[in-house]
């Protein structure tokens, strides 16, 4: 099946420093990849869809300068967040979609990034 | 606007025993139905999904759902338990209509199986 890859899979980082996500897919190209945000014992929250070459939708109410991506290439998005504080730490997930799947959107989940800012 | 509803926060079950993780969702037009389990500290692996077809799927690790239209219910089963299928589930949904529409999640069911 599609495999999709993340990279740390866990950081610490200092308050107001940045971090930067990766999410691949390993076997499948990947025009939309998605990143969401997991707080504890609570179910996921679409954060923004990525595609590739053009610029991200973000969800309502998510800031686009704080959360930075970028979908380069067809198996690759990053997700920076900017100025880290100790709120964003949280479990990111990112998944994308398998173009061969059709219309039905079924999307492949990394195995997420759990950041700690201290 | 879709949405989906897990009434369960958990459900508890001894192994060999079947077992129901409940779901309904709501949309305007025709779903598209998913469960995911997630495991301690991972990503969602995907179970199965529904479109169109048969109302009983059948999924990864011998897990199904029924597809319930009348009662806008998509309810995970399996006949017979393990210690080893204790995770977090989730259900999603999206419209099927064409283009893309996001998943929306619900709000997930810790599964715990008892040996």
């Known amino acids: 099946g599609a495999v999709v890859s993340q990279h740390p899979s866990w950081v610490i980082c200092k308050s107001g420093t940045s971090v930067k996500i990766e999410c691949r897919s390993l076997d499948f190209q990947a025009t939309t990849m998605f990143w969401y945000r997991q707080f504890p014992k609570q179910s996921l929250m679409l954060m923004a869809t990525?595609?590739?070459?053009?610029?991200?939708?973000?969800e309502q109410g998510v800031e686009k300068d704080k959360f930075l991506i970028n979908h380069a290439s067809l198996t690759l998005s990053t997700l920076t967040v900017t100025s880290a504080h100790p709120e964003d730490s949280s479990f990111y997930i990112c998944?994308?979609?398998?173009?061969?799947?059709?219309?039905?959107?079924?999307?492949?989940f990394g195995p997420g990034t759990r950041l700690t800012v201290l | 606007a879709q949405s989906v509803a897990q009434p369960e926060d958990q459900v508890n079950v001894a192994e060999g025993n079947p077992l129901t993780v409940k779901c309904t969702y709501s949309?305007?037009?025709?779903?598209?139905l998913f469960w995911y389990v997630q495991y301690p500290n991972r990503g969602l692996q995907f179970l199965l999904k529904y479109i169109t077809g048969d109302n009983l799927v059948k999924g990864s690790y011998g897990f199904e759902a029924e597809f319930n239209k009348s009662q806008t219910s998509f309810h995970l089963k399996k006949p017979s338990a393990l210690v080893s299928d204790s995770a977090l589930y989730f259900c999603?949904?999206?419209?099927?209509?064409?283009?893309?529409?996001?998943?929306?999640f619900g709000t997930g069911t810790r599964l715990l199986v008892s040996p």
């Open positions: 998944s994308a979609r398998d173009p061969t799947s059709g219309s039905t959107d079924t999307q492949y």
């Open positions: 949309v305007s037009g025709n779903p598209y």
């Open positions: 990525s595609n590739e070459g053009s610029k991200a939708t973000y």
């Open positions: 999603a949904v999206r419209e099927g209509s064409t283009g893309f529409q996001k998943l929306v």
